[in-house]
């Protein structure tokens, strides 16, 4: 799939520096070798030909990128293909503002993270509602306790809240209507970023981080008729950037993109954040 035009200011960026690479290379050697005339027309046409080649080796290069690593205020962040619940340390999971685990493909689809998670890998669903419900920093989160809702829990977490459940970090993404459909304003989205960085820079203790790409599945921005898996990542990437949060070596940032929205990423683009190309 072509994510990277052809022309892209980015690109050509990237092969002219290879260009000066090569030129500097061919600067040397002619200093020692003299070519011949009757060689030079189909030596010009060679190089021609090896610099349109390499200018395609690398758009196909940058097309075929799957994963990138950045250094973002002296931390390293890496954006690549996966699974969550196959990365090491910390994970994160999004909840809704309830931190419900009723999974009945109402509340909570199956088919979603949320549901993979609890279903698979909560043993003590009980248990998990307790913590919840009696955690003390959960607590000083809770904005309204809503007994109007027919189903679900009646706590209602400020967004950004994460509770530690072991390994999993369960964080109050998404706001639920009255339907029990996820949704978000963009003021909520960028609030809960915030919020959510700061929490996460409470309770990392040295430990590496993994992300999904948090909204990409069912939630609806009200504001938005669409907005792109693309323009999420990088709204992630520049909270990180703002948070000012530092990982030290060797514990990092991982921003795990599913499989199944691999084609909607433009990886290179992200390679270039730190040239003064990219922005959100």
């Not at 340390?89 to 493909?105: P, R, S």
């Not at 999993?168 to 009255?178: E, H, I, Q, R």
């Amino acid at each position: 799939m072509i994510k990277v035009k052809l022309f892209d200011r980015a690109l050509i960026k990237e092969y002219f520096a290879v260009l000066s690479f090569i030129s500097i290379i061919f600067s040397f050697i002619s200093i020692f070798i003299n070519i011949p005339d009757n060689y030079k027309l189909g030596t010009s046409v060679c190089l021609i030909l090896s610099f349109i080649i390499i200018y395609i080796v690398l758009w196909v290069k940058a097309n075929s990128l799957n994963k990138v690593r950045l250094k973002i205020n002296n931390s390293v962040v890496n954006v690549k293909i996966g699974d969550i619940f196959n990365e090491s340390d910390f994970k994160v999971i999004a909840f809704n503002e309830y931190f419900d685990t009723l999974v009945d493909n109402k509340v909570i689809s199956e088919k979603t993270l949320n549901g993979i998670y609890i279903n698979k890998l909560v043993d003590n669903l009980e248990m998990l509602d307790k913590s919840i419900d009696i955690d003390e920093h959960c607590n000083e989160k809770i904005v309204e306790i809503n007994n109007s809702r027919k189903s679900g829990k009646k706590k209602k977490y400020r967004l950004g809240t994460i509770f530690q459940y072991n390994d999993y970090l369960l964080t109050a993404f998404s706001k639920f209507d009255k339907d029990n459909r996820a949704y978000l304003y963009m003021s909520d989205y960028i609030n809960f970023l915030i919020n959510f960085w700061n929490e996460v820079d409470i309770i990392y203790a040295g430990r590496s981080i993994s992300i999904p790409l948090l909204g990409s599945g069912i939630t609806r921005f009200k504001e938005y008729n669409m907005i792109s898996e693309q323009e999420l990542l990088e709204l992630l990437i520049w909270s990180f950037k703002v948070s000012k949060i530092k990982f030290t070596y060797p514990s990092q940032v991982v921003i795990v993109i599913h499989e199944s929205i691999k084609d909607k990423i433009n990886f290179f683009k992200l390679k270039n954040i730190d040239n003064g190309l990219w922005k959100v």
